[in-house]
């Protein structure tokens, strides 16, 4: 399948001024050779009906290892900094707008097939202490490190299958059963003004398994670390090569990802000419990601791979939120006023269903579409506050919401 298909959501602001976070996420299974590497890439768009951009990201999908590909990126539209002197126009209007148009672009290319999305809507309000809490980070890296040859043996752990069902994890040297071409989850607490840093340490490598490698044979381990609104890292994922050597798996460098210290005030004052989304602005369930690839010749035998996780510093910089007004309990009637029980009982209404909601889909280069909808179809709301996720199909006017516990 080929071409250009886009889809279009409409998400309605609750919270004069907020910042709305939108992640997109799919997942493709492990391919490797010429059909991985010619996936689409997917391209996210946040702007105003009005037309002003508040936020660009892309998604790779392309492989070539046989690792499979997590697809995850999000777009946001951005309260107002409020020590800012003179806003731009558009960062003014995407902070005021009572609407978002996002738009989900899935290109060119071998598409891979139908693949289901995963659509998450956040809202925050502004934080009342915004002006007064601690400047952001001057750039992405992190303080805390993890260190290279960790002591002791590794705690055993299983991961999960998804951000859904990651297990939480403290920081320490871990080890974890993988087959070829899995990726497995884990969810790290981070608070406000404490730093993150992950390493996929090594493999055993003195499996009787890869005793079936040659010396044209590799392996490869893989990490990544993904903010609580499912934003990736954009300094990974960390990748770790082994080759065949004299008989012997031999690893490449290590490496580790880090995640400077989680502060409110990154949105605004963390400079990153890659990406248009801001990352490590909120405190919450950091989640990290193991992936491992391998060749047919390993016949999906589970191995040992290592990884750490290290969480340092004292909490601060806690932002401050004005609590959500409490309804005014409705009086109570009096017994005056009471209506009068019906001496015969009134008709049941038969009840009705609720047409189904499609996605506005085109299979051209897209436009924005007009305030209120698009061409290709009736512009979808998501409802806001976190707990509702839009599961739909790029490729299919197939959609649907599911709410979270």
């Known amino acids: 399948m080929s071409g250009t298909t886009t889809s279009y959501y409409t998400i309605k602001r609750?919270?004069?001024?907020?910042?709305?976070?939108?992640?997109?996420?799919?997942?493709?299974?492990?391919?490797?050779?010429?059909?991985?590497?010619?996936?689409?890439?997917?391209?996210?768009?946040?702007?105003?009906?009005?037309?002003?951009?508040?936020?660009?990201?892309?998604?790779?999908?392309?492989?070539?290892?046989?690792?499979?590909?997590?697809?995850?990126?999000?777009?946001?539209?951005l309260s107002v900094d409020p020590r800012a002197t003179d806003p731009l126009s558009s960062v003014l209007e995407c902070a005021e707008a009572e609407e978002l148009v996002l738009?989900?672009?899935?290109?060119?290319?071998?598409?891979?097939?139908?693949?289901?999305?995963?659509?998450?809507?956040?809202?925050?309000?502004?934080?009342?202490?915004?002006?007064?809490?601690?400047?952001?980070?001057?750039?992405?890296?992190?303080?805390?490190?993890?260190?290279?040859?960790p002591e002791g043996a590794p705690a055993p752990?299983?991961?999960?299958?998804?951000?859904?069902?990651?297990?939480?994890?403290?920081?320490?040297?871990?080890?974890?059963e993988m087959v070829p071409g899995e990726m497995v989850f884990?969810?790290?607490?981070?608070?406000?003004?404490?730093?993150?840093?992950?390493?996929?340490?090594n493999v055993d490598t003195d499996h009787p398994v890869f005793e079936r490698l040659t010396t044209s044979n590799s392996i490869q381990l893989y990490g990544q670390v993904y903010g609580p609104d499912g934003t990736p890292s954009p300094n990974g994922p960390e990748f770790l090569n082994y080759v065949m050597v004299g008989g012997h798996l031999s690893a490449g460098s290590f490496n580790q990802l880090q995640v400077p210290a989680v502060n409110?005030?990154?949105?605004?004052?963390?400079?990153?000419?890659?990406?248009?989304?801001?990352?490590?602005?909120?405190?919450?369930?950091?989640?990290?990601?193991?992936?491992?690839?391998g060749r047919d010749v390993l016949d999906g035998v589970p191995v040992p791979v290592r990884f750490s996780v290290a969480v340092d510093g004292e909490v601060t910089g806690v932002p401050e939120f004005a609590p959500a007004p409490t309804p005014e309990p409705s009086p109570e009637?009096?017994?005056?006023?009471?209506?009068?029980?019906?001496?015969?009982?009134?008709?049941t209404a038969e009840p009705t269903s609720a047409p189904p909601l499609t996605s506005g889909e085109r299979t051209d280069s897209a436009e924005s579409p007009p305030a209120g909808g698009n061409e290709g179809g009736?512009?979808?709301?998501?409802?806001?506050?976190?707990?509702?996720?839009g599961v739909g199909v790029l490729g299919a006017l197939i959609y649907a919401l599911t709410r979270r516990a």
Request: proline content about 10%; overall charge negative; aromatic content about 8%.
């Open 333 to 347: 009637p009096s017994p005056e006023s009471s209506p009068e029980p019906s001496p015969e009982p009134s008709p």
């Open 14 to 77: 609750e919270i004069p001024g907020s910042t709305i976070r939108t992640n997109v996420l799919t997942r493709f299974p492990a391919v490797s050779g010429i059909e991985g590497a010619q996936r689409a890439r997917w391209q996210l768009t946040l702007t105003t009906p009005k037309g002003a951009r508040c936020s660009r990201e892309y998604i790779s999908t392309a492989e070539v290892t046989g690792r499979g590909v997590l697809g995850s990126g999000s777009v946001m539209a």
């Open 157 to 176: 752990v299983t991961g999960g299958a998804s951000f859904n069902d990651a297990p939480e994890i403290t920081p320490g040297y871990y080890e974890v």
């Open 378 to 389: 009736a512009s979808l709301p998501l409802i806001l506050g976190g707990s509702l996720v």
């Open 186 to 201: 884990f969810s790290v607490p981070v608070d406000w003004g404490q730093s993150l840093s992950f390493a996929v340490q």
């Open 264 to 293: 409110y005030r990154n949105r605004w004052d963390t400079p990153d000419s890659n990406r248009t989304t801001p990352m490590f602005s909120e405190a919450g369930n950091y989640f990290v990601t193991v992936a491992y690839s």
């Open 103 to 149: 738009e989900v672009e899935r290109g060119q290319g071998n598409m891979g097939g139908t693949a289901l999305v995963e659509i998450r809507v956040t809202e925050e309000p502004l934080a009342s202490n915004a002006t007064t809490l601690p400047d952001g980070a001057p750039n992405l890296d992190g303080a805390t490190t993890v260190p290279e040859n």
